[in-house]
Every structure is written in C-alpha cells, then in structure tokens.
C-alpha cells in the first residue's frame, strides 16, 4: 500500500529535501508540493491532496495553522519547523487529546548525529555545574535560539532535576545569551556555516565540549526516512527523533 504525502515548504532547503526523500521511497507517493506562501494555513483541507501524512517545514509564524488544519483534514503531521516553545507543545498535546487516531511528531533536527550529541550532553548534564550552549546557523536561518539548542537546554534541565539548575553568572547582562531552562544560549548567524552546535560543560578544574557540525544536507537523509516510517502509527504527540531512534 502507497500512502499519500504532502510537503508543506517544499521550496524551501529543507522542505525540497523532503520532498526528494519522499519521491525516492516506493511506500509514499508525494501528492502535493506546497510553499509556505500557498495558504496551508488557512485554505481548505483539500489543500493536501488527500494525504494521509503531511509534513510541515515552513516557518515559526505559519507552523501552529498549518498542524492545526493537516489534522482536521485527518491527517498524521511530521513537524520540522522550529520555534515550537514548550507552551506551544503542550497547547497541541492537549488538542490531541481530542483527535486519538492521529498523531505529530515534532523534529527539532533531523540529523542522526545531532540527536546522539544531545544525549551525550543529558548524560553529562548531573556533573558540571556550569552547562551553555552555543549554536551556529547559516545567515538566512530566520528564529534563534535554534529548536535543537532549545531541545538541548530542556533535555539538560530534565537531566539535572536532582542536582537542580546550571550556575550561570551575569544573566542579567544581554550578552550572557538567552536562557532557556537555566541554560544560556548563544546563537551565531554566519554566512559559510550551514549548522553547528557546541555544549560547553564546565566544573572545577575541567572542560568538557560536545559539538556537532553539519556539513551537508545529506545528513538529514536518514532521519528523514526514519521519521516518515515512525509518522503512520504515531499517536498523540512525539518530539524528538531520538524517541523514534531509541536513543534517550
């Protein structure tokens, strides 16, 4: 059986991506290739063709709509836009509640490597007491702090509830980063970067730095395929790769 996809962003980097991952596996057929200029966020559900899964990589602004209206045409949704805040998450793991047929799983990043450096750094997490984070992104990438490092620092919260938050002085002061769950992030937007992402861990006497570079879309590839197998049988909500991995 052949299921049916819809690519919301397929003109984007990412999106094209997707698309071209799609086209390439027998078991899905791409039945629309959408921009986000297109109105997924407001047309009709008939906007997706008919897709049993749609995939949304568009932009933080428009992302909400978009899950909001692939679900009501029945759909599974792969969510690959970032700038899903915690708020945000918990808003659409209450509205499926409501929808227990259907699913969305949530990618902060699809990079197989990046998803194994963040869980190298909750593992680190309990044995530093000083823990920021620094992502660098290509110029064009539109939100900062990026959703990987945001996953990062909430990971690392998570990890350390029994040792409670990082030691970060100065946080008042704007060039000490952006906290997010205690954690400082630092975003760089560079022209000859595509995305890089280093966990700076810090105790008496000692560094430690978890650092992941992506030097190519290629490395998107695998988990991609991965979240596309995961996205017919998902139920409720899902966020991170790592749980469709195992990894975490």
Avoid: C
Avoid at 37 to 53: I, N, Q, R, W, Y
Avoid at 77 to 87: K, N, P, R
Avoid at 177 to 204: C, E, T
């Amino acid at each position: 059986m052949v299921t049916p996809v819809a690519v919301v962003g397929a003109t984007g980097r990412l999106g094209g991506l997707v698309a071209s991952v799609v086209e390439e596996l027998p078991e899905f057929e791409l039945v629309a290739r959408l921009s986000s200029k297109d109105g997924a966020h407001e047309a009709p559900p008939s906007v997706f063709g008919g897709a049993a899964l749609v995939v949304d990589v568009t932009v933080p602004a428009l992302s909400p709509a978009i899950v909001e209206n692939a679900l009501s045409s029945g759909a599974n949704v792969l969510v690959g836009t970032s700038g899903w805040s915690a708020a945000r998450l918990a808003s659409l793991r209450t509205a499926l509640q409501d929808r227990p047929d259907q699913g969305v799983l949530v990618v902060p990043n699809f990079s197989i490597g990046s998803v194994l450096g963040t869980h190298l750094a909750t593992i680190a997490a309990p044995w530093f007491p000083s823990v920021e984070i620094v992502e660098t992104h290509h110029a064009g990438k539109i939100d900062s702090p990026s959703g990987t490092a945001v996953r990062t620092a909430e990971l690392i919260a998570d990890a350390r509830r029994d040792v409670g938050p990082v030691e970060a002085p100065h946080v008042d002061q704007r060039a000490r980063g952006q906290q997010v769950a205690s954690v400082p992030i630092h975003s760089l937007r560079l022209p000859g970067v595509k995305a890089v992402q280093d966990v700076l861990f810090s105790g008496p006497g000692e560094t430690l730095t978890i650092r992941h570079d992506t030097n190519d879309d290629v490395a998107y590839v695998a988990g991609i395929r991965a979240a596309l197998a995961a996205l017919g049988s998902a139920r409720g909500l899902t966020v991170g790769l790592g749980s469709v991995l195992g990894i975490g």
